[in-house]
T-cell receptor
């Protein structure tokens, strides 16, 4: 079974702190994604990566950066956390198959609260 | 811009009462339409992928169908354990690479015993 794990289930940080969210997948997937999920807004794509050291902006990248130094690991970085970044953060991964669909498998999520 | 609209936002059914959830979409070129189930406090769990109009897929009490403008998730004789939020998402052709999903806001389904 595909397994996507996230470093923390719950995290509480203070405004202005630098925050790292880590995601690891064990299926040798090429693609990895970070989403945030908010009530009334649904899931929105922050960043994605289709290879080591590659990254692409999603729909809401402002205030975030990412790092992918190894194929199995994708990190989301909040350089200076703000209260409006309080949210559920979900990591996902998928194969990269040209000309085919790429179903994404999600981790359990990290609920981040910024005070 | 890709858009996904799900209806209803919430649905309460009695156990055994069949119904359908709707997902309307607009996308420049559809690579795939996905259905996920999400339980409270957990990540979405993959259910189905549909590629093209006319396609249908089934899993236990769930059946997903696709037209050129919408998808339906039919739930037959549901049980309380089917209670969850059901999410619809589309993936568009964007010239290769990894393409993120555009999600609807979900339908919160409650099945009462």
């Amino acid at each position: 079974d595909v397994k996507v794990t996230q470093s923390s289930r719950y995290l509480v940080k203070r405004t202005g702190e630098k925050v790292f969210l880590e995601c690891v997948q064990d299926m040798d997937h090429e693609n990895m994604f970070w989403y945030r999920q908010d009530p009334g807004l649904g899931l929105r794509l922050i960043y994605f990566s289709y290879d080591v050291k590659m990254k692409e902006k999603g729909d809401i990248p402002e205030g975030y950066s990412v790092s992918r130094e190894k194929k199995e690991r994708f990190s989301l970085i909040l350089e200076s956390a703000s209260t409006n970044q309080t949210s559920m953060y979900l990591c996902a991964s998928s194969y990269r198959l040209a000309g085919s669909y790429n179903e994404q498998f999600f981790g359990p999520g990290t609920r981040l609260t910024v005070l | 811009e890709d858009q996904v609209t799900q209806s209803p936002e919430a649905l309460r059914l009695q156990e055994g009462e069949s119904s359908s959830l709707n997902c309307s979409y607009t996308v420049s070129g559809l690579r795939g339409l996905f259905w996920y189930r999400q339980d409270p406090g957990k990540g979405p769990e993959f259910l189905f992928t549909l590629y093209s109009a006319g396609e249908e897929k089934e899993k236990e009490r769930l059946k997903a169908t696709l037209t050129k403008k919408e998808s339906f998730l039919h739930i037959t004789a549901p049980k309380p354990e089917d209670s969850a939020t059901y999410l619809c998402a589309v993936q568009a052709y964007q010239g290769g690479g990894a393409d993120g999903l555009t999600f609807g806001k979900g339908t919160h389904l409650i099945i009462q015993p």
